[in-house]
């Protein structure tokens, strides 16, 4: 898998960080260091260390499904962004507010709720045998960059779900992008 790839696969899993960035920057309007840190860190690493999980779990299963393996790694990507898409065109409602989104078992929550979709991906690239190292380590990197961004962002923008819909459109529609590319480099439409 080519650098452009895993990049690519980052950007994409980044926007739902991205996207509670905005919203934790709107929702605190001043930031400091600390809070900046705290939530790029932690997407960051949960980020990263998702596809290691599903990587691992992958590697238990592979030799029994490699036949098939291009149209499962489709599926698990086609679930993922269809849940991105959902989300971004679903009407979203207001979440109570907490006082401070970087902190405590709310920054947790945040964290494994953003980085579900990348256990699917690692779990997708364990089928397709690839090394997941350089995938992880890209992924939380930018997931961590995305998430400094999105929080500066957040606190010169007013309406983070709008925002928050784009990014999540355009995460969906990259990962879709990314599935269909794996069924081509598998010559499934070869014959079409």
Known sequence: MTLLNITAIAVALAMDAFAVAVAAGIQLGRIDLRQNF??????????????????????????????????AAFALLLFVAQGMLRQAFAKQEDEKAC????????????????????????????????????????????????????MHLGKRVSKATRLGRYADLLGGLVLLAIGLNILREHNVFAGW
């Open 38 to 71: 705290r939530l790029a860190w932690h997407f960051g690493l949960f980020q990263a260390l998702m596809p290691i999980v599903g990587w691992a779990a992958g590697q238990t299963i592979r030799t029994q499904i490699e036949r098939f393996d291009h149209w």
């Open 99 to 150: 006082k401070d989104p970087t902190r405590g078992a709310t920054m947790v929550m945040l964290s494994v709720a953003t980085s579900l979709d990348a256990l699917a991906v690692g779990l997708s690239l364990s089928m397709l045998n690839v090394s997941i190292w350089r995938p992880a380590l890209v992924i939380g990197l930018v997931a961590a960059a995305f998430t400094t961004l999105g």
